[in-house]
């Protein structure tokens, strides 16, 4: 899955695809390095950033999902949790909904059921704006299946399949270091759940604090080793900003199972 922000404020690339000629470029080249889906996001998620309109989402995500649905081979993932950017999604072309709340929002989980696509449900604790100030868990593994092993129950009594489903630890989503890393350790532990597991790992702090604090451009080599770690420890799909790099390590470590788009 390859990452495409069209913000102003995302923590690696926030700015550099605002222009639609910019966005769809950019898509063709991760379809070409390799990616069998491509993930829009309108709205940064990333510590203390600012709220986002359901208008302005609209105006970034939606005539990039049409531009990609028209010009590009790929799967179209929409990152959002509110219920009108989805349907406008879904409606232009996008087939997946890939949401940081996991459908927690007022009508996201009806609108979900109504549009009868593929869901990933991640895990944060808190909300962005605030969800690094003081994250804490008993046990961050059990404390994250248990929380999704709900989410699952709740979509299916929803009306939404479990065959739509699939899961997301969260990495960076309310988490210190060591809850990243322990997650990370005990990735296996998710395959509990019987479902897709999609893991997001590029270019975040967790990586960069053991690069001697890098900065977010140095940390495509760290993120890589982190991907291929997270697909030998069993994640169907990985998030990632460096598609080409991501993709030739896991064909050199024997890992990449090709999927057509």
């Known amino acids: 899955m390859g990452i495409l922000n069209v913000t102003p404020d995302s923590f690696s690339d926030g700015g550099e695809y605002l222009a639609l000629n910019a966005a769809l470029s950019q898509a ?16 940064s998620t990333r510590p203390g950033a600012s709220a986002v309109t359901v208008e302005e989402e609209l105006q970034r995500v939606i005539p990039v999902v049409e531009a990609i649905h028209k010009n590009i081979n790929v799967i179209i993932s929409v990152d959002t949790s509110k219920p009108e950017v989805m349907e406008a999604a879904v409606n232009a072309g996008a087939g997946l909904i890939n949401d940081v709340r996991a459908l927690q929002e007022d009508g ?3 609108m979900a059921a109504l549009l009868d696509v593929p869901v990933s449900l ?4 808190g909300q962005p704006r605030t969800m690094q100030e003081s994250p804490d868990y008993e046990d961050v593994t059990d404390d994250v299946i248990r929380f999704l092993r709900g989410r699952i129950a709740d979509c299916e009594l ?4 479990r065959s739509n489903l699939l899961i997301d630890p969260g990495f960076g989503f309310g988490k210190r270091l060591e809850h990243n890393y322990k ?6 532990g998710f395959k509990s759940l019987d479902l897709p597991l999609l893991v997001g790992i ?3 702090s967790m990586v960069g604090a053991v690069l001697d604090d890098a900065p977010v451009g140095d940390r495509v080599w760290g993120s890589v080793g982190a991907a291929v770690v997270a697909v030998e420890r069993g994640a169907d799909i990985v998030r990632v900003h ?17 999927q057509s788009a």
Do not use: C, F
């Open 28 to 43: 063709a080249n991760m379809a070409n390095s390799g990616a069998d889906i491509i993930d829009i996001g309108g709205e």
């Open 108 to 110: 996201a989980m009806a």
């Open 122 to 125: 991640m895990h944060m604790q």
């Open 158 to 161: 929803a009306g939404i399949p």
């Open 183 to 188: 997650l990370l350790r005990d990735l296996h």
């Open 202 to 204: 590029s270019r975040k």
């Open 242 to 258: 460096d598609v080409k790099e991501t993709r030739e390590a896991l064909l050199g470590a024997g890992l990449l199972r090709e």
